[in-house]
């Protein structure tokens, strides 16, 4: 974790409210694109970062600042949104196969792929967006925002060896879905 | 090493589990392999899009929301408790036993014939009267002292 980091949430915990402000500042956005990845409506993605962010605030003595924030807060915001999901009819279960297997809840590629203006982009993100949940969460916990797998499987309450194996199916589903693009022509991203 | 092995060593990306012999053969299989080749440069093109991918902007007002949540829980946690007691059917019981003895008694004073309409103070003569030997005095002070225990053990629920 960085300094900056632990400084600032050391402030957060003596009830430091401006300290927190800038926690959120730092986090908000990476946070909220993961949330509008796995439930896919802004305004459900807004639910479960707000909620998360306000968990985050009332438990931070349970933050291991020897770590990095952000994986903390990113596991908090994957179990309520897999909440949410829940609450919706969705069933989620620790299992790599329970995980892949968990119904959508939006469109295709939902509220996302109209916040993003590049053609590419957009592309890309509807071949994420068709993924299995289980998979989707894990590529984009790894290769956007950059969590090891060990802290992946903290936040989906999974092995390593899940993760590992879900961002195998994510990478042979999304090579699947763009080679044959790629072979046509299609620029990818 | 086939296509099949080849492919998923490229989906394994960095968890393939290989010794360095076995990653060289198939780096060379893929560079010899149209099909493989194709697979690595989009496989690449994906982990780097990936990457990349830009980040759709939080609501404005989200700080401002959360912020306003932990004030509201806040003034929750700081608000004064009330307490409200829970009466259990002996104590009232009690109470309203003690409180009738009590006003049995008065009835029957003088103090009650000085303060009372004369109609009603003739009805109430001899009625009753306030303990006057020991034991009434005993009697009566451990009903209210009863009482006032029933008062102080009726468990109290917070709101």
């Known amino acids: 974790v960085s300094d900056a980091d632990r400084g600032i949430v050391a402030d957060v915990r003596r009830g430091n409210r401006d300290a927190f402000a800038h926690l959120m500042r ?12 796995m439930v896919r409506e802004p305004a459900g993605a807004e639910e479960v970062v707000q909620d998360a962010f306000v968990r985050a605030f009332t438990h931070m003595e349970r933050y291991d600042d020897r770590q990095p924030f952000y ?6 915001a994957v179990r309520l949104a897999q909440n949410w999901l829940r609450a919706r009819g969705s069933i989620v279960r620790h299992e790599a196969a329970s995980l892949d297997s968990v119904p959508d809840p939006g469109g295709p590629a939902g509220a996302l792929e109209t916040l993003i203006a590049d053609q590419d982009s957009r592309t890309l993100w509807r071949a994420v967006a068709a993924l299995p949940s289980g998979e989707r969460t894990a590529a984009f916990l790894y290769y956007r925002d950059e969590m090891s797998v060990q802290q992946i499987a903290r936040a989906l309450g999974v092995t390593s060896g899940t993760v590992k194996t879900l961002l195998f199916r994510a990478r042979r589903h999304l090579r699947g879905r763009l ?11 | 090493m086939n296509c099949a092995h080849v492919l998923n060593v490229i989906d394994a990306g960095p968890f393939a589990n290989l010794t360095r012999e076995h990653r060289e053969a198939a780096m060379r299989h893929a560079r010899d392999c149209q099909t493989c080749g194709a697979a690595v440069e989009t496989s690449a093109a994906i982990v780097s899009g990936l990457a990349a991918l830009p980040r759709p902007a939080p609501p404005p007002d989200l700080e401002a929301q959360v912020l306003a949540r932990i004030a509201r829980m806040d003034e929750v946690r700081h608000a004064p408790v009330v307490h409200d007691r829970e009466w259990p059917a002996w104590t009232t019981g009690l109470g309203a036993l003690t409180a009738g003895l009590t006003m049995i008694a008065w009835l029957g004073t003088e103090a009650f014939t000085v303060v009372a309409p004369p109609r009603l103070a003739r009805l109430t003569t001899g009625f009753g009267a306030m303990p006057s ?19 102080l053990a009726a468990p109290r629920r917070s709101r």
């Open chain 1, 179 to 189: 080679e044959p693009m790629a072979m046509r022509g299609e620029s990818l991203p």
């Open chain 1, 71 to 76: 994986p903390w807060l990113a596991s908090i």
């Open chain 2, 133 to 151: 030997t020991p034991g009434e005095m005993f009697l009566l002070a451990g009903g209210l002292l009863l009482y006032v225990l029933g008062l």
């Open chain 1, 26 to 37: 730092r986090y908000q956005g990476r946070l909220f694109g993961l949330a509008l990845m």
